[in-house]
């Protein structure tokens, strides 16, 4: 690459969140280009082969619980064809006194119909779920493969062209609109618009063009455990996800009798290292036995064979940061992704897309976004003076400096 070459959109970052944001352009008609450090799609968070989804229905702001609905139908119609739907349980908290009409009536006010949520008394989530527990029954819950979704994304296409083992350092305003430089300062494409999906590194990308982002990094391991055939576990073992402290998918029965089970995660805030750490391997152990209300299981049964570990980006809000910059035109983001990375894709590639190509924003709102939502996911709302919202349901910024929310910890 050594004169630099004029793409249209240029895409930084082909995690789960660049590769379906690109997918969504081409299937738009759009030629798009995508960057990425690694050598292949999906090798750092997003190389994640059991990610749960589920329209969020716990506490949280009601933007977040909409948002979470609206991502997960739209992840739905994306990936529902090949995902595995083997429904997902949320227990009521142990603590509190479980009202089972209030609860139905919230969901009912969440537009969660029975098809998607259903609040059930212990007794109906024994026969329905096997877990003889009060809670939500989330029947179209589901896991994902990220990293096999990302492949399949960016499988070769006449309109794609991938950049691998490229890693972009530096952005500068040209007149073609933004030209990408690498470390050793030389000018590898121009672009007429960037859309920056590189998680924790977004931060630095957008630091070159004078924005400052409050991201940080939140470490998460997931356990992979084996449990013996004939061990006192199996009869706790679940046959479908839970959510609640933690998460697990439904254990596998394998040939010999023997389960293997997937539960996680751990999480580290402010940490970034890779390496195993049998400590949150522990912790896991501790919230498989809440997840499945077996607190005098023993914890050695829970054989660790294998791990999942890595870095996720929250924003303090616990809100991705998905849309355009709008102080540094023809730059935009999907970052933040945090716990969620299949939901806010899904929502990223149809609200960035829009705005990419300048869409009727009339479209948008046939998902369910309004204008506050939009806003709600907007790079802007970190910047002081982020007050107007557009008719056109774009967000202003007068300048960048940030204001680093204070906002409950990320999942
Ligand atoms: C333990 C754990 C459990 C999780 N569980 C779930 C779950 O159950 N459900 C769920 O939906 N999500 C879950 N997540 C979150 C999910 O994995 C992430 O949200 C998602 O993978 C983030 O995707 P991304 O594309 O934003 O980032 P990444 O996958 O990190 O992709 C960023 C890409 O940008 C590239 N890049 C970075 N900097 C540059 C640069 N300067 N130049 C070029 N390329 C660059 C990187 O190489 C990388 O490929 C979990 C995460 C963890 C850690």
Redesign the pocket.
Known sequence: MTKPQHHAVVV????????TIANELLERGQAVCI????SS????????A????HPHIGKGSPRLLRLTRIAFLLAESRWGATWNQHGIFQPSKKDRIFDQAEVSRRLCELHLDDGIAMALNSNEAEALCGVKHSGVWLPRGA??D?SKAAQELLKPHPNLRCYWD????RLEKCNLGWMLFNSENVALVSASKVVI??????K??VGTINVRLPLRP?????SIFSISANDPWIQKLPRIAITGDG?CLPAERLNDGSYRWIV???FDEGEDDLQARDSSDEFNRIQAKGLVNYGEGNSDSLKRVGN??????VAGDRLPIIGALTQRPGIFL??A?????????ALAAKLISAQVLDDDFALLARFGFAADLVAALAPARFFAGALAVAPALGTFASNSKPILPSGPKAK
């Open positions: 930084i970052g082909a995690g789960i969140a660049g590769a960057i990425d450090a690694a799609p999906a090798t750092a968070c997003s190389n994640h059991h990610a749960i989804a896991s994902l990220l490229t890693r972009i350092t999906a590189a998680a924790m590194e977004s630095a990308l939140v470490r998460g391991q997931l998460y996680g995660s751990s999942f570990i890595g870095i996720r980006c999907a970052t992704l945090g716990s969620r990375g299949a939901l806010w894709s």
